[in-house]
């Protein structure tokens, strides 16, 4: 049992690249979750899938597509990278049972664009 | 708008007990409060949540105020692993429509134990 898995763990861009972050997670849980972490900042919500097939935007959805390919997979892509998208980036899937709420995160992506 | 305020940094000894404080005096009467730490290099970690009553669990307590405006995490005999960044969340149901939860994270605590 993995947990929630993330590539690459690093990656370095140029302006302009594109590139897609994966992530999955084995826990047969329906909603994940990806945020963004700036140094010394907490996370902010990029998007999130409630359930497969579904996708919505969090509090900074702007220069990032999302794909909830099945129920495991949930990926990030940055269509055209920018200085200001360097960040740790981490994906979370969420176990709920009645009143019971955790967020399971993965080890992180760090991504630097130049 | 910050919906949590934490304090930068405390410090504790080990072996004694630690109050990791946390406002959040706009919280609406259906978000929940949430904890999560983070140790280097790693993604958070859940230690603990509630609604309106003190909850405990085998890793700490969690003690909620009567009008729900601030909240705090006690670690009852805090160990050198217990060093970490806290963060203090409020969860809030979207609208329906939504079908997701929203999560606020704050800038959170770290925590550094004193052998």
């Known amino acids: 049992n993995a947990g929630v898995t993330q590539t690459p763990k690093f990656q370095v861009l140029k302006t302009g690249q594109s590139m897609t972050l994966q992530c999955a997670q084995d826990?047969?849980?329906?909603?994940m979750y990806w945020y963004r972490q700036d140094p010394g900042m907490g996370l902010r919500l990029i998007y999130y899938?409630?359930?497969?097939?579904?996708?919505d935007k969090g509090e900074v959805p702007n220069g990032y597509n999302v794909s909830r390919l099945n129920k495991r997979e949930f990926s990030l892509r940055l269509e055209s990278a920018a200085p200001s998208q360097t960040s740790v980036y981490f994906c979370?899937?969420?176990?709920?049972?009645?009143?019971?709420?955790?967020?399971?995160f993965g080890p992180g992506t760090r991504l630097t664009v130049t | 708008d910050a919906k949590t305020t934490q304090p930068n940094s405390m410090e504790s000894n080990e072996e004694e007990p630690v109050h990791l404080p946390c406002n959040h005096s706009?919280?609406?009467?259906?978000?929940?409060i949430h904890w999560y730490r983070q140790l280097p290099s790693q993604g958070p970690e859940y230690v603990i949540h509630?609604?309106?009553s003190n909850v405990n669990n085998r890793m700490a307590s969690l003690a909620i105020a009567e009008d729900r405006k601030s909240s705090t995490l006690i670690l009852h005999r805090a160990t050198l692993r217990d060093a970490a960044v806290y963060y203090c969340?409020?969860?809030?149901?979207?609208?329906?429509?939504?079908?997701?939860?929203?999560?606020?994270f704050g800038t959170g605590t770290s925590l550094t134990v004193i052998p």
């Open positions: 979370a899937s969420i176990f709920t049972s009645g009143g019971y709420y955790e967020q399971y």
């Open positions: 826990m047969n849980h329906n909603s």
């Open positions: 899938s409630a359930s497969e097939g579904t996708t």
């Open positions: 706009t919280i609406s009467g259906t978000d929940y």
């Open positions: 509630g609604l309106t």
């Open positions: 969340i409020l969860r809030a149901e979207l609208p329906r429509r939504f079908s997701g939860n929203q999560f606020y």
